[in-house]
């Protein structure tokens, strides 16, 4: 089954303890990206991978990295989480060229 | 500050009528736009899209009609049916083809 797939899907956790989540998908798609998904703000962009070792950053890139070593993976770095990071997070995939994206179940964050 | 600007948070219609859902975006160098429907605890699913370059698409009973001039775009649902109901988000993609814009969503209720 194609499919985007995030794990942890809920984590509730401590200001300043680094954390991962992590992305896979099963469809070959070169295009990877992340997203932060807040009451009143829709769903914002926060990096994006062309291809396996190329990222750039979205609208709200601060206090996130990735990397993108492998095509199928592309993991969320919190190296040092703070509260108003708190937030549900989706991943997504596409095909280059193709707009429409494939998306994760979300994961949900607590940051206290 | 918001690109893409979805102005009503919810949406109430009878089954079998017709659902309009609205969006406006600022940045005239967007190429593709994009609905997506989300259901609680899942991940938001591409519904429809349609080009720049275009007016109307059309899958079934959704109609996405872009008007440029005005920088709106709507989506039209007919009939809607009570497992339309969810939260809509409308989406727009940058003309580089990276990064992807969300407004920030209209939930739906269609009334049986």
């Known amino acids: 089954e194609a499919q985007v797939t995030q794990n942890p899907r809920y984590l509730i956790t401590v200001t300043g303890k680094k954390l991962t989540v992590t992305c896979s998908q099963n469809m070959n798609h070169e295009y990877m990206s992340w997203y932060r998904q807040d009451p009143g703000l829709g769903l914002r962009q926060i990096y994006y991978s062309m291809n396996v070792e190329v990222t750039d950053k979205g609208d709200v890139p601060e206090g996130y990295k990735v990397s993108r070593k492998e095509k199928r993976n592309f993991p969320l770095i919190l190296e040092s989480p703070s509260p108003n990071q708190t937030s549900l997070y989706f991943c997504a995939s596409s095909l280059m060229g193709l707009a429409e994206q494939f998306f994760g179940p979300g994961t949900r964050l607590t940051v206290l | 500050d918001q690109q893409v600007k979805q102005n009503s948070p919810s949406l109430s219609v009878q089954e079998g009528r017709i659902s309009i859902l609205n969006c406006d975006y600022t940045?005239?160098?967007?190429?593709?736009f994009l609905w997506y429907k989300k259901y609680p605890a899942e991940g938001p699913t591409f519904l429809i899209s349609i080009s720049s370059i275009k007016d109307k698409n059309e899958d079934g009973r959704f109609t996405v009609f872009l008007n440029k001039s005005a920088k709106h775009l709507s989506l039209h649902i007919v009939p809607s049916q009570p497992g339309d109901s969810a939260v809509y988000f409308c989406?727009?993609?940058?003309?580089?083809?990276?990064?992807?814009?969300f407004g920030t969503g209209t939930s739906l209720t269609v009334i049986p």
């Open positions: 940045n005239s160098m967007f190429d593709y």
């Open positions: 989406a727009a993609r940058s003309n580089t083809g990276n990064q992807f814009y």
